[in-house]
């Protein structure tokens, strides 16, 4: 099994950056793609975006498009996800997840980081 474990969320000022982090242990060599969602209250899910855990691609949802930055330290087995800019909409539980392979569903899951962005 793969786990997964958040964490850098906070209680951020509009206009203010964080990264978030998502530390994967356990048999990681079985993750073929690390996705960030977010949810915030009374709203579905949604997808942030996504890395391959070669680290060669990227993928960006297009409501957070050009303010945040997915990437990867192999070294430490950790994905990182940093916000710019951040605004009041953004404040929701971020959580990472892993895929087993391209077209797989994501099936394992973080417990979130809260992230609360004041005006």
């Known amino acids: 099994h793969v786990q997964l474990v958040e964490s850098g969320g906070g209680l951020v000022q509009a206009g203010g950056s964080l990264r978030l982090s998502c530390a994967a242990s356990?048999?990681?060599?079985?993750?073929?793609?690390i996705g960030w969602f977010r949810q915030a209250p009374g709203k579905e899910r949604e997808i942030v975006g996504w890395?391959?855990?070669?680290?060669?691609?990227?993928f960006y949802a297009d409501s957070m498009k050009g303010r945040i930055t997915i990437s990867k330290d192999s070294a430490k087995n950790t994905v990182y996800l940093q916000i710019n800019s951040l605004k009041p909409d953004d404040t929701a539980l971020y959580y990472c997840a892993a895929a087993p392979d391209w077209d797989s569903e994501y099936n394992v899951w973080g417990q979130g980081t809260q992230v609360t962005v004041s005006s």
């Open positions: 356990g048999r990681t060599f079985s993750v073929y793609r």
């Open positions: 890395i391959t855990w070669s680290g060669s691609s990227t």
